[in-house]
């Protein structure tokens, strides 16, 4: 008989980096059944033949992810790679955008796991929103409300201060500190336009902003043993998956000459900057409530180039993440 439990396909094609143990894998999936394949054939049959809530491969399947979507539209499939978009996004005929919905960076079985759990976690409980999910229980959290330009320095400051105060070294304190700039700006001049905010219709970026008290986004930040996290939280929810995305691939497929979004500020030119110093980006959003982008820095793993270093992309929706079949 079929299972009743929700069940993930772990596919690893064992030509490619692998996903990490099973039992490892099995204690990701939060009591979820596990079904684990490592022939292509298979796991296709498999996809057409049972419902999955979830697909996890290491393999960039046109095939597989394909029938994955066909056979269940809900579907969540994360692909977990060691290739960076360009070669990628190859494999799966430019319809990463369509069939993908989170990409995890396979630097080192550490990280990978790590991320997998997560964000099999954070679907399973359909909690999404905190950059606790990402660092140690028990690190410490600071938090900072941005009233407006003014204190974007001060925010850019406390960060840098705090991560040398960590011990971490420049690179990493810098890294930190352009991110929480990008993340400030966007928060403050991109997320009240794009969430339909009458209050700042006639200003420009180039113009100082001062935001109503119930406009200002919260700017937190921590960090571990493994890495720096640093968020952003507005109170518009206006962040779509299709502009998340499209951002990504034109940054780090790099073959596009309308790569920086001039429109209203340039959100594009932030996310640009904020994916080249860091090793992943996540997106949050209850739409018209709340957005949370959130950046991790890998305090192992050096940052390297677009052109060869995987990083992590992820968007999480509490409306269409929420899993019909369970």
């Not at 606790?132 to 409300?145: D, L, N, R």
């Not at 925010?155 to 971490?168: D, M, P, R, T």
């Not at 820095?297 to 992590?312: K, L, N, V």
Request: with cysteine.
């Amino acid at each position: 008989m079929p299972s009743k439990l929700p069940t993930i396909l772990f596919f690893e094609e064992p030509s490619l980096k692998p996903l990490g143990p099973k039992n490892s894998l099995e204690i990701a999936g939060c009591g979820w059944d596990c079904v684990f394949e490592d022939k292509l054939p298979a796991a296709i049959a498999l996809i057409r033949s049972q419902i999955f809530e979830v697909l996890v491969t290491n393999s960039p399947s046109l095939a597989l992810l394909n029938a994955a979507k066909e056979a269940h539209p809900n579907i969540i499939t994360i692909l977990v790679t060691d290739a960076p978009m360009h070669e990628y996004t190859k494999s799966l005929d430019l319809r990463d955008v369509e069939i993908v919905d989170h990409i995890i960076a396979n630097l080192s079985l550490e990280w990978t796991l790590s991320e997998i759990a997560v964000t099999l976690q954070k679907i399973i409980r359909k909690d999404f929103f905190g950059i606790e999910k990402y660092i140690a229980s028990g690190s410490i959290i600071h938090s900072i409300e941005v009233k407006g330009s003014s204190n974007r320095e001060a925010c850019n400051n406390a960060v840098s201060s705090w991560i040398e105060s960590f011990g971490l070294n420049r690179t990493v304190s810098r890294l930190a500190s352009g991110i929480s700039e990008e993340l400030v700006m966007n928060a403050i001049f991109d997320a009240p336009t794009a969430g339909g905010s009458a209050n700042y219709a006639t200003l420009q970026r180039s113009q100082a902003r001062e935001l109503v008290s119930q406009d200002c986004p919260i700017l937190r930040y921590g960090a571990d043993q493994r890495l720096v996290a640093i968020s952003i939280t507005d109170p518009f929810g206006a962040f779509k998956r299709d502009t998340w995305f499209t951002y990504a691939r034109k940054i780090l497929k790099r073959n596009d000459d309308t790569l920086i979004d001039s429109k209203s500020g340039g959100a594009g030119l932030g996310i640009f900057k904020i994916l080249f110093g860091s090793h992943a980006i996540i997106c949050n959003v209850q739409p018209t409530k709340i957005t949370e982008v959130i950046a991790l820095i890998s305090i192992t793993q050096p940052i390297r180039d677009f052109d060869h270093m995987p990083r992590s992309i992820h968007y999480f929706n509490t409306d269409s993440h929420s899993l019909t079949s369970i």
